[in-house]
């Protein structure tokens, strides 16, 4: 099993709700699931991940996809942290996020209250959203690092 995020295809749906930046939605690429076993011990661990609201486990394609709910401030670490309490690591990972774009760093942050952060990575063409983003801002894209302190979200797409 390797710690190194994979591509993967899937964009997830956001729900809006609040003005602070959270996950609401994230898709798991998981070496190792391989039986029903597996599948129910991943799951129970990442519904104790605060704010999980739904979790689907697709043993034949080694994904899960999570929900979350509004308001909450579960943290890709955590997800990383429960994934590995489980005894698999992550192959990847895909996040939808709602915050906004923090101008008084470099690299640009996507943050709110509660700590919550990701440094955002653009390539050349997500570059010109992420430096005319303002306000509130929904972010979608590959999440690098996932189990540190500041993990970078890798912009896709950017909508205010």
């Not at 099993?1 to 997830?12: D, E, H, P, Q, S």
């Not at 990383?80 to 640009?108: H, I, Q």
């Not at 306000?135 to 894209?141: Q, Y």
């Not at 590959?142 to 909508?159: I, Q």
């Amino acid at each position: 099993m390797t710690r190194k995020a994979g591509g993967i295809a899937v964009v997830l749906l956001l729900v809006a709700a609040s003005a602070q930046a959270e996950i609401r939605a994230a898709e798991l690429r998981v070496n190792g699931l391989t039986c029903p076993f597996c599948a129910f011990g991943i799951e129970k661990k990442l519904r104790a991940v605060s704010g999980v609201e739904e979790v689907q486990v697709f043993l034949d394609e080694g994904r899960i996809e999570l929900r979350f709910a509004d308001g909450n401030r579960a943290e890709a670490r955590d997800i990383d942290a429960a994934v590995e309490k489980a005894g698999f690591r992550l192959a990847g990972m895909r996040a939808e996020v709602r915050g906004t774009v923090s101008r008084d760093s470099t690299p640009l942050l996507l943050e709110a209250g509660g700590g919550v952060r990701f440094r955002l990575v653009a390539d050349n063409g997500t570059r010109g959203d992420v430096q005319a983003a303002s306000g509130e801002v929904v972010v979608r894209g590959s999440v690098r690092d996932p189990g540190s302190a500041l993990p970078a979200l890798r912009v896709d797409s950017l909508e205010p």
